[in-house]
């Protein structure tokens, strides 16, 4: 439900998180494979990611405390996800014409903790460029919260992407930061 406030969106750890280095780096691999999804316009292989209830979060604000009280840039459940992705690969769909190219660059990841139910987060920093008649360039500070799945691999809880220009006039934002 994404309206539901007991939606745990804190991205301070509670507790540390023991990681091997070898499970450390499979976090990086999976936040690199992730942005090669965004990148390649794979969006079905990116929703994949997704813990069922996962939420995508962009706040509006510096250090917006949650997505209730204040409007956001995307604040986003499952259906949402799914909705703008078939809005990105509709042919018809006349903001994308041409299609927007983009390109990550992601780095700095580092495993902050656990929050309270268990959750791995994660921080890193991304630069997001993109392409559709003009080029613009957004960077900022993500943090993942990760699940394990049944299969053992990761799974996205919650991606919150805040921008250094967070409170910047933007052009339309279609694609996934």
């Not at 209730?68 to 986003?76: A, G, R, T």
């Not at 909705?83 to 983009?102: E, M």
């Not at 309270?116 to 994660?122: D, E, K, R, T, W």
């Not at 392409?131 to 919650?158: C, D, F, N, P, S």
Request: aromatic share 10%; glycine share 6%.
């Amino acid at each position: 439900m994404l309206l539901d406030r007991n939606f745990d969106v804190s991205v301070t750890p509670v507790s540390p998180a023991a990681l091997s280095a070898d499970e450390t780096r499979g976090v990086e691999q999976f936040l690199f494979q992730e942005v090669q999804y965004l990148d390649d316009r794979d969006f079905d292989a990116w929703l994949a990611l997704w813990d069922e209830d996962g939420r995508y979060w962009v706040p509006r604000f510096e250090r917006q405390a949650n997505p209730f009280e204040q409007v956001s840039l995307f604040w986003e459940d499952k259906m949402l996800r799914e909705v703008r992705v078939k809005r990105l690969n509709n042919a018809r769909n006349w903001s994308q014409q041409p299609p927007t190219r983009c390109s990550h660059l992601v780095g700095n990841v580092a495993v902050k903790g656990l929050d309270s139910a268990g959750h791995l987060i994660v921080r890193s920093s991304v630069h997001h460029t993109e392409w559709r008649g003009e080029q613009r360039h957004l960077a900022g500070t993500v943090h993942h919260k990760l699940v394990r799945g049944a299969e053992g691999g990761w799974r996205i809880r919650l991606k919150r992407v805040d921008l250094v220009n967070c409170d910047s006039v933007f052009a339309n934002l279609e694609v996934f930061i």
